[in-house]
C-alpha cells in the first residue's frame, strides 16, 4: 500500500495562544495513544499558557490541526554549538501516512539550522519498529552508544532532598 501523498495545503508553523483549545484535544488523543493518564482539559491549557523558557511547539494543520512536534533548546552540543531536543513528535491517527511527520521534522530541520544549531537529538521506542523505520528513511541514526536515563517521582524528590510538598507540579 502506498502513502498518501502530504496535502499541498498543509502548513507548518509556530504554536499560538490561540491554538490552544485545539491542542489541547490534541494532546489528549496523544496521551490515549500512548496508554497514560490523560490529564483535565484545563491543566493541559495551564501547562500549555506556561510553557517554559526555550520549550517551543510546532504545528501541523490545514483546516485543524493534525500534528506537532515539542522541542527544546540544549547547550553544549558539538563543537559546543547549541542543538535541539524533540521531545514529542505526534500525528493525529487521521492524518497518519499523510507526510504530515515528515513535515514536522523537516520544519524542525530547518529551525535548528536557522538558529544556527549542530544537531537534533530525541529518543525513540524501541518497541515501534514502524517508527524506528521513519526515522532511519529520513536519514536518523540510532544512537547505541548512549543510554535514557530519568529521574522521577520519589527519586527526584529523594535526589532534589526536598519534601513531598515540594514535589514538582505539587503531586
Not at 509556530?14 to 495513544?33: G, K, Y
Not at 482539559?41 to 510546532?58: E, H
Request: net charge positive.
Amino acid at each position: 500500500m502506498q502513502a498518501k501523498r502530504t496535502d499541498p495545503m498543509l502548513k507548518i508553523r509556530p504554536f499560538a495562544p490561540d491554538d490552544i483549545p485545539q491542542l489541547v484535544l490534541l494532546l489528549q488523543e496523544m496521551q490515549r495513544h500512548y496508554g497514560v493518564p490523560v490529564p483535565a482539559a484545563d491543566a493541559i491549557r495551564a501547562s500549555l499558557n506556561a510553557l517554559p523558557a526555550g520549550a517551543g511547539i510546532l504545528l501541523a494543520e490545514t483546516d485543524a490541526i493534525m500534528g506537532f512536534v515539542a522541542f527544546s533548546s540544549l547547550y553544549p552540543g558539538p563543537g559546543l554549538k547549541p542543538g535541539l531536543f524533540m521531545k514529542e513528535l505526534f500525528v493525529s491517527e487521521r492524518a497518519r501516512g499523510q507526510g504530515v511527520g515528515k513535515a514536522l521534522l523537516r520544519a524542525l530541520a530547518r529551525l535548528a539550522l536557522e538558529r544556527g544549531f549542530a544537531r537534533i537529538d530525541w529518543t525513540a521506542d524501541r518497541r515501534n519498529e514502524r517508527l524506528q523505520r521513519f526515522y532511519a528513511e529520513l536519514g536518523a541514526q540510532a544512537q547505541e552508544d548512549r543510554v535514557f536515563f530519568r529521574l522521577s517521582a520519589d527519586a527526584l524528590v529523594e535526589v532534589a532532598g526536598a519534601t513531598l510538598e515540594q514535589r514538582a507540579g505539587g503531586s
